[in-house]
């Protein structure tokens, strides 16, 4: 039964490389079944556990900005969505580029009024990073606001440059669980952040 998932799942992958760029398809792993299986063992346990499923939108469909989850967990109504989860790709105050994640929701840091941070530790495939993470606001919803990571060492910037690189999706867990990011896209839109502004 997990060979046809994973294969119909390959199939859609394909159809995913045959539009993203050639350089893109190059530096990827065409058949990165790790990643794969994961997201199927995921997809498949929200709806074993009455949800709807998981929507992981890709860097390539959002003008190569950022990547975009929901998990449609058991709870959660046509008027009542999931939380918004969302990696982003920024050019670097200090030069360069960076990687943010973000989560729409009421925002739960510690003594965490807008513009205060603290210390958090994240896991990004299985390894731990350090990240800071603060309260924002959210102008197209008054009612909610964001909770924002900033990688907080150049290792674990470049561990999670390296893993958002070469993989299809990347899970990350901010304290709940897995949040798949789907990758496909990215090295464009690091390259446009990366470059330098005039």
């Known amino acids: 039964m ?4 994973l294969n119909a ?14 350089s893109e398809i190059e530096e990827r792993k065409k058949s990165d079944v790790e990643s794969l299986e994961k997201m199927i063992e995921l997809v498949k346990s929200v709806e074993r556990n009455g949800g709807k499923g998981v929507k992981a939108v890709p860097f390539k469909e959002t003008n ?11 709870g959660y109504g046509k008027d009542d969505m999931p ?11 200090s030069g360069g580029a960076s990687i943010a994640f973000k989560i729409q929701k009421n925002c739960s840091v510690a003594g965490g009024s807008e513009g205060n941070l603290a210390n958090r530790v994240i896991r990004v495939d299985g390894q731990n990073i350090n990240s800071l993470v603060g309260c924002g606001p959210d102008s197209s919803n008054p009612k909610k606001n964001w909770e924002v990571y900033l990688l907080n060492t150049d290792a674990g910037m470049k561990y999670v440059y390296r893993r958002f690189a ?8 901010f304290g709940n669980g897995d949040i798949p990011f ?15 502004a005039l």
């Open 2 to 5: 997990n060979n046809i998932y």
């Open 9 to 22: 799942f390959l199939f859609f992958l394909t159809l995913s490389f045959a539009q993203a760029s050639a």
């Open 64 to 74: 190569r900005q950022y990547s975009i989850t929901w998990i449609h967990s058991k």
């Open 83 to 93: 939380p918004t989860h969302m990696a982003q790709v920024n050019p670097s105050s």
């Open 166 to 173: 070469n993989k299809h999706y990347v899970f990350v867990d």
């Open 182 to 196: 789907d990758t496909i896209g990215f090295m464009d839109a690091w390259n446009r952040a990366d470059s330098p």
